[in-house]
């Protein structure tokens, strides 16, 4: 956000909403692709760096998933966890199981 001095951004908050459509569209679009898009309807271009900035200050900063699995299976393995031995947790007062949750025993 710069001050009334210096050089203008060139990515305003309607070039902004733009390159988020363009993310919606294609969620695998790598950098120069996204790039390449947002240039084709604009006058002045901007360079891959830009579109860097402005997509982690919209809140693209990895491509990692929201949820990960704390230990994969493998994992559970190597470390001696017993799969067949996994019980279900956190029952609900109304009886029903809350999915997804598991205790681990140990072998």
């Given at each position: 956000?710069?001050?009334?001095?210096?050089?203008?951004?060139?990515?305003?908050?309607?070039?902004?909403?733009?390159?988020?459509?363009?993310?919606?569209?294609?969620?695998?679009?790598?950098?120069?692709?996204?790039?390449?898009?947002?240039?084709?309807?604009?006058?002045?271009?901007?360079?891959?760096?830009?579109?860097?900035?402005?997509?982690?200050?919209?809140?693209?900063?990895?491509?990692?998933?929201?949820?990960?699995?704390l230990i994969?299976?493998?994992?559970?393995?190597?470390?001696?966890?017993?799969?067949?031995?996994?019980?279900?947790?956190?029952?609900?007062?109304?009886?029903?199981?809350?999915?997804?949750?598991?205790?681990?025993?140990?072998?």
């Amino acid at each position: 956000m710069r001050q009334s001095c210096g050089r203008k951004c060139l990515v305003d908050a309607r070039g902004q909403r733009r390159m988020g459509r363009l993310i919606q569209a294609d969620r695998r679009a790598t950098l120069t692709e996204i790039t390449t898009r947002y240039n084709r309807g604009m006058q002045q271009s901007i360079c891959e760096a830009t579109t860097r900035t402005t997509l982690r200050r919209m809140g693209y900063n990895s491509r990692r998933p929201h949820w990960v699995p704390l230990i994969s299976t493998t994992n559970r393995k190597k470390r001696g966890y017993n799969l067949h031995k996994l019980t279900k947790i956190g029952q609900l007062k109304t009886g029903r199981m809350l999915p997804g949750l598991m205790s681990l025993d140990f072998c």
